[in-house]
């Protein structure tokens, strides 16, 4: 897969990455920019800023959708400028203990409205879920989300292991894609892979459904592991990352 920046409305770019399939956004407004993620460290970061430059002029704005290293360890690369992500963004970079990691500088707890050259864009928290600091960037004008994490794109439409870390709240997430539908918006970016529609969210939320009622089974011990592996939805390897077998 070749890098290329591909037009998803007027001013919305999506940027496709085969190192983990990772897509980072951009959006356009009247002399200014937003970038949404920047890779996995400065180097990276640095060619997706040359990228950029191949869109606009403008100055930019970062969002971060989280903190996993594929999506914010590149700020540097796009400093100084405003860094917006969750809260808990900040705490976890700030806890890696990585000199030369940029911090976020501007927070949300919730929900945050940003003007991108007098684009209205919307930065929303639906609660821990993927992780406990995922933001969602909604473009309103062009009915585009870019969801970050929250939406995993993994043919046949499914998850992975890597999908359910330590900092996953498995019961809190379909309610966030709750809150990624209720956006509206007809594009939805994941944070790898290609964009989806309404119906893949609400395939991926009727698995974790289906997960959460497993791990409650298995908790409550009416099933034991190799019963919830059985029933599960999604292969072994990633049953059990979601419910946490080892």
Not at 48 to 58: D, I, M, Q, S
Not at 98 to 112: F, G, I, Y
Not at 184 to 200: M, N, Q, S, Y
Request: hydrophobic share 45%; glycine share 8%; charged share 25%.
């Amino acid at each position: 897969m070749t890098p290329r920046w591909d037009v998803l409305a007027d001013g919305v770019y999506a940027r496709r990455y085969p190192d983990w399939d990772l897509t980072i956004g951009l959006v356009v407004g009247d002399g200014a920019c937003l970038v949404i993620d920047t890779r996995a460290d400065a180097e990276q970061g640095a060619e997706l800023a040359n990228a950029v430059r191949e869109v606009t002029p403008h100055p930019w704005t970062v969002a971060l959708t989280h903190d996993h290293f594929d999506h914010a360890f590149g700020v540097s690369a796009f400093l100084p400028c405003e860094v917006w992500a969750h809260e808990n963004c900040h705490r976890e970079l700030a806890a890696r203990d990585k000199p030369d990691l940029a911090l976020p500088d501007r927070l949300l707890t919730d929900r945050a409205e940003l003007d991108i050259g007098g684009r209205r864009v919307g930065l929303a928290h639906f609660g821990p879920a993927h992780s406990d600091n995922d933001v969602v960037v909604h473009v309103p004008d062009a009915s585009v989300v870019f969801a970050g994490d929250l939406v995993e794109f993994s043919p046949p439409g499914s998850f992975t292991a890597e999908s359910f870390g330590t900092d996953t709240t498995l019961s809190g997430w379909p309610a966030a894609i709750d809150g990624v539908l209720a956006l509206g918006a007809e594009i939805i970016l994941p944070g790898h892979g290609p964009t989806v529609d309404r119906d893949f969210l609400l395939a991926q939320k009727e698995i974790l459904d289906r997960l959460i009622t497993l791990d409650s089974a298995l908790r409550a011990g009416e099933v034991d592991a190799a019963a919830a592996i059985a029933a599960s939805p999604v292969a072994e390897d990633v049953t059990r990352a979601a419910l946490r077998l080892g």
